[in-house]
């Protein structure tokens, strides 16, 4: 799935998210409750790094690859579900911020 799709798909969950719970809210509203959600999801992926480095409590459970993928999954779908509200062509922000990381004095790549 590229990103266009993801962005596609997560406008469609949205709109039907909104039409099932009757929830329609600001852009305001809707930017906020994103970065709520993203920053939730930061976490969870901390708390699998942790659990990664064998630095988190045992309590917690043991480390698993699978969670870890999870929870980057839920990072990058969540930074897309702000694109979406934000309109942000996400492909072209991305390109654009790989050819400003190719112009750094200290990396030399060729993609």
């Known amino acids: 799935m590229n990103f266009k799709d993801l962005q ?3 406008a469609h969950f949205q709109q039907t998210h ?3 719970f009757g929830a329609n809210t600001s852009q305001e509203v ?3 409750m994103n970065m709520t959600k993203l920053t939730e999801e930061v976490g969870e992926l901390a708390e699998q ?3 990664y480095q064998g630095r988190q409590r045992s309590a917690k459970g043991d480390f698993n690859l699978v969670d870890l993928e999870d ?8 930074a897309s579900m702000m694109s979406v509200v934000l309109e942000v062509d996400i492909e072209k922000a991305i390109q654009r911020k790989v050819e400003k990381i190719k112009t750094k004095r200290w990396i030399d790549l060729d993609l």
């Open 18 to 20: 909104n039409e099932k």
């Open 49 to 51: 790094m942790l659990k």
């Open 8 to 10: 596609q798909f997560l």
């Open 71 to 78: 929870e980057v999954a839920d990072v990058i779908i969540a």
């Open 30 to 32: 809707e930017l906020l």
